[in-house]
């Protein structure tokens, strides 16, 4: 039997087990730093498995279990160590996919697809467990909560989720409903965006609506604000580069006929390097200050840094590559071209380590329900071909490195 129709095999007389698991946890999601429940199921799971089991990362919910290989040379001083992450977290939206195992948790779903990923994890774990006679090194499964603003991944690092053993490398999927179900797509060097948050409070001066020449109308100052807005990317940023302002919510006003006396907006900025990032948000900051000054009210703007740019290291990336052209054929791989305004932040452990995120397919027709949409849906079927993915990329990287 070949290393392919092995980590094959395995991985589909797995996938019954890793169905029931995944369909569980899409009945039941849990929002960022609250995956108490779906944390316990991955350390009962794991438990059985004879690993070492960590738990408490992050706030709580983070676990992390480590796989020692027995293979000659794991546990030699120079022997490896491999991270492979999933993230748990579902997201604040009312299900309407109309799947017999739907949301049970009104307003909660796994738009997302991260009960995909944290029960691919699970099937890899299972499976390396099994042929831990193959493995030249360590792997440390991070099972992560919070991707979806809360910055989990951050949180799992700084506590030492990567140091103890300490990893060289790191690799994550995530499954994208773009690609047809079993392909596999990689985007070397920048990934995903940077996704910065902003506030802009405007302090004008209430009044009647009848009479506005009595007030300072936060209202009109906030529409030349968001209009003004849209230039910065279109007239400040090289147009070789890439950038997006976005106000995603505006609250002001109670009544018709009441000008109020402020006005709160919310805003996102994405982009794709440091300097982009930073001449962003001092022009924003600069647009709504300045255009609040002239109008005779004030502008309180905070701009909070939020996940890294996350970029996969052009070697790992090459090398997931080559693990998937051989695995799936040539057909069912691509080497993506255009990076993803999306933030992630497994960019956090990709500024510790080099590793990459592949994207996996689980469309399985024209114009499958997309990321974060109410009908969104990780296919069961998908799930094999990650577990037999993670586990190759493992133990190639634990034998040979990013050597391809």
């Given at each position: 039997m070949t290393e392919i129709?092995?980590?094959?095999?395995?991985?589909?007389?797995?996938?019954?087990?890793?169905?029931?698991?995944?369909?569980?946890?899409?009945?039941?999601?849990?929002?960022?730093?609250?995956?108490f429940e779906t944390s316990k199921l991955v350390i009962r799971e794991l438990e059985s498995l004879e690993m070492d089991v960590h738990t408490g990362y992050a706030k709580g919910t983070g676990v992390v279990a480590i796989l020692r290989g027995t293979a000659p040379g794991a546990d030699a001083k120079d022997a490896r160590a491999v991270a492979l992450r999933a993230d748990m977290d579902g997201l604040p939206i009312l299900e309407e996919s109309g799947l017999p195992y739907a949301s049970k948790v009104s307003g909660k779903m796994h738009a997302c697809g991260h009960d995909g990923h944290t029960t691919t994890l699970l099937g890899a774990a299972k499976v390396l467990s099994k042929n831990r006679a193959r493995l030249k090194g360590t792997v440390v499964f991070c099972f992560q909560p919070a991707e979806e603003n809360g910055g989990g991944g951050r949180y799992m690092v700084e506590e030492g989720a990567l140091e103890n053993p300490k990893c060289s490398a790191a690799f994550a999927l995530h499954g994208i409903p773009s690609l047809p179900l079993?392909?596999?797509?990689?985007?070397?060097?920048?990934?995903?965006?940077?996704?910065?948050?902003?506030?802009?409070?405007?302090?004008?001066?209430?009044?009647?609506?009848?009479?506005?020449?009595?007030?300072?109308?936060?209202?009109?100052?906030?529409?030349?604000?968001?209009?003004a807005l849209q230039s910065v990317v279109s007239r400040e940023v090289n147009p070789l580069e890439s950038a997006v302002v976005t106000i995603?919510?505006?609250?002001?006003?109670?009544?018709?006929?009441?000008?109020?006396?402020?006005?709160?907006?919310?805003?996102?900025?994405?982009?794709?390097?440091?300097?982009?990032?930073?001449?962003?948000?001092?022009?924003?900051?600069?647009?709504?200050?300045?255009?609040?000054?002239?109008?005779?009210?004030?502008?309180?703007?905070?701009?909070?840094?939020?996940?890294?740019?996350?970029?996969?290291?052009?070697?790992?990336?090459k090398f997931v590559l080559d693990v998937a052209r051989e695995s799936l054929g040539g057909e069912k791989v691509r080497e993506i071209a255009a990076p993803t305004m999306g933030g992630e932040d497994f960019g956090y452990f990709l500024q510790k380590v080099?590793?990459?995120?592949?994207?996996?397919?689980?469309?399985?027709?024209?114009?499958?329900?997309?990321?974060?949409?109410?009908?969104?849906?990780?296919?069961?079927?998908?799930?094999?071909?990650g577990v037999a993915l993670f586990c190759r990329i493992a133990e190639r990287y634990l034998r040979d490195g990013l050597l391809s």
């Open positions: 129709e092995l980590w094959s095999k395995a991985s589909e007389a797995e996938a019954p087990r890793l169905t029931e698991i995944r369909r569980h946890l899409h009945q039941h999601p849990e929002l960022g730093f609250e995956e079993g392909h596999v797509g990689v985007k070397s060097g920048p990934s995903h965006a940077a996704s910065d948050g902003f506030r802009i409070l405007i302090r004008g001066r209430g009044g009647h609506g009848a009479a506005p020449h009595m007030t300072i109308d936060p209202i009109v100052l906030g529409a030349r604000v968001v209009e995603g919510a505006i609250h002001a006003g109670v009544a018709r006929n009441v000008i109020p006396d402020t006005l709160e907006m919310l805003g996102t900025i994405r982009s794709l390097k440091d300097d982009v990032r930073r001449k962003v948000q001092a022009a924003v900051k600069r647009t709504a200050e300045g255009i609040c000054l002239a109008g005779g009210a004030t502008a309180d703007v905070e701009i909070r840094d939020g996940y890294p740019v996350m970029v996969n290291d052009p070697a790992a990336a080099p590793g990459a995120m592949f994207r996996l397919g689980v469309a399985t027709r024209e114009n499958y329900p997309s990321l974060h949409n109410p009908g969104f849906d990780f296919s069961d079927a998908a799930i094999p071909v």
